[in-house]
């Protein structure tokens, strides 16, 4: 290193020669009180020390003298050998800069800031070093402040949804974030002068020019809300600026931003598309009507070709009676198979939730139907299902004769949309039925009005007095009301068989049921449910006069069963422990009658009568009838 420094021209900081000179520099060093200078031997131990350096760093001069220069370096750095890599570059270089933390007598910290520079003898040799520096800890903590305000203000700025942007005062770009060309794909150089007009929706250019224009000429703040071209088509944006002028008021810039609304609009025109979509549906009375109303609103609110509902049955058929086009693509409706449109339909999950697909032609679970998609006008669409007990009866479709990337909350609409639609359709459908059930209702209680008045009759002729004719009329009544409960539960349109029987008999220590054998999945019509009804309240009657429960210990077992050609169900009666049987009864009352001849010619049930002389046996054979199910709305 000695070699090395030899060739060094000789520095200007040069050791004076004489005890005057030296007191002189003293004297000047001592006056420099903002700055530390220390002078460090060729052992690099302290040898001179001002009054600055008493100040910045605390030590006496009679303290530090002799020490190792290293002494005011913080121990990590003492620890890292800087102090001696520090002298080095400066022996070395004949000048180094200092630039770091330093260590005071108290064990406070600052910011040193400076440079150590080669002390040379009088022959020029290196004598040591000159250390000169001054405490800057709050100009660099000013600088590092601002530093993490300009960073955090870029943060800031990446962070919001605003997008700056700087132009002349003609209104010319000359400056936008770099997170526009991200956006739009569009250039400075595409954009700079009016350029940025190409970007703007052609049905909306000529208006925001002229407020553009005018705010140019007035200095007025321009806020307008734009749909402009991106990457993605176009979004709507809210573009704001406002005019820098100097203090005579001239323009010199206008700074502006423009914010990404397109969602929020989204959503408002959704809101506002659901509040318009309850007022229609509120004057529609029927069901294809409000479908095609609810199809529209919904179409017209996404920007849709097309859109509608179809009815399903479990053979994933699908029927679509009247759907909604902009009339560019042709109507749909009429008889489909959901298979035809989409891949594994039955395997796939997304029939059962809804979903929506970007691209026909690319997407996995469309790929290979593309061709049926392309025939209809089909490259986008939303399917939003209605399920009613885990099954889909209804969907909702909204179709794109392009790809388009259908965000979250428009599929999310969408279900909104048709299950409000599908609930007023449903109510559209309850009120036909209501008024065909009206009708209906009024020929049912003629015909209950005539059933009562035979029953009265009958129960008339075989009563010896009044009070013999009240609690048996009476209880028949009672047993007719319980079965017209049942019916009316489910609309007349049928009753399980186990049903019937738990509400025509009361369960007691006397009646003994086995149920196991009755076919749940199948309905008695209502002329049988009345007839079994009506005959199960007959048998209790009779077995409570005569049979097995007039008697302690007398009891009666009901079981039932399907036939095994399926054509039937039938009903067993048996008695146990009542009184002998002495054959059929001499005088057969109502109740005997109605059995054997009444109600099988009312429901075409087959009554067989077993007068066994352990106990009555009665048989009651109910064929099977195809009992339709509630139409769908629609």
Known sequence: MAERNSELPPSRHVLPPGPEAQERLR???????????????????????????????????REITGAPYEIFFTPEERAAGIPAQEATLAMADGCAPIERWHHRADGSRFWASGSATVLRGPGGQQAGLLLIFRDQTRERQAVQALRESEEKLRYTVDLSPQIPWTTDPAGGIIDF??????????????????????????????RIAGKWRHSLATGAPFDHE?????????????????????????????YGTSEDIHDRKGSEARLEALVELGDRLRELREPGEISHAAAEVIGRTLGASRAGFAITNPAEASWVERDWTDGSVESIAGHWNLREFWDDYADSIGPLEGTSVADTATDPRTRKSYPAHLALSVRSFIWAPVLEGGRIVSFL????????????????????????????????????????????????????????????????RGSASLSNFGPSFQARLIALARAHDLLTQTEWRGVALRDVIDAAVVRDDGIRLDLSGCTESEALDPTQALSLAMALHELATNATKYGALSVAGGYVSITCHAEADGSAQRVEWREHGGPPVEGPPSRKGFGMRLLERGLSTRSGMTTNLDFAREGLRCSLLLQRTATPEAPAPG
Do not use: C, Y
């Open 226 to 254: 734009v749909r402009m071209r991106t990457r993605d088509g176009f979004r709507w944006f809210r573009n704001r600026a406002n005019p820098r002028r100097d203090p005579g008021g001239r323009i010199l810039l206008w």
């Open 397 to 460: 479709f909204v179709h794109n004769s392009a790809p388009r990337a259908w965000s979250d909350d428009e599929v999310s609409f969408a279900r909104g949309a048709a299950e409000r639609a599908w609930a007023a359709m449903e109510r559209a459908a309850a009120e036909v039925r209501q008024s065909l059930m009206t009708l209906e209702l009024n020929h049912r209680v003629k015909n209950t009005l005539s059933v009562v008045q035979a029953m009265a009759m009958q129960t008339a």
């Open 177 to 206: 974030s770099a997170r526009w060309t991200a956006l739009t794909g569009l250039t400075l150089e595409e954009i700079q002068a009016w350029g940025w007009l190409d970007s703007i929706h052609p049905d909306d250019r000529e």
């Open 27 to 61: 004297w000047l060093l001592d006056s420099a009180t903002d700055h530390a200078i220390v002078a460090l031997d060729a052992g690099l131990r302290v040898t001179s020390w001002n009054a600055g350096a008493e100040r910045v760093l605390g030590w006496k001069a």
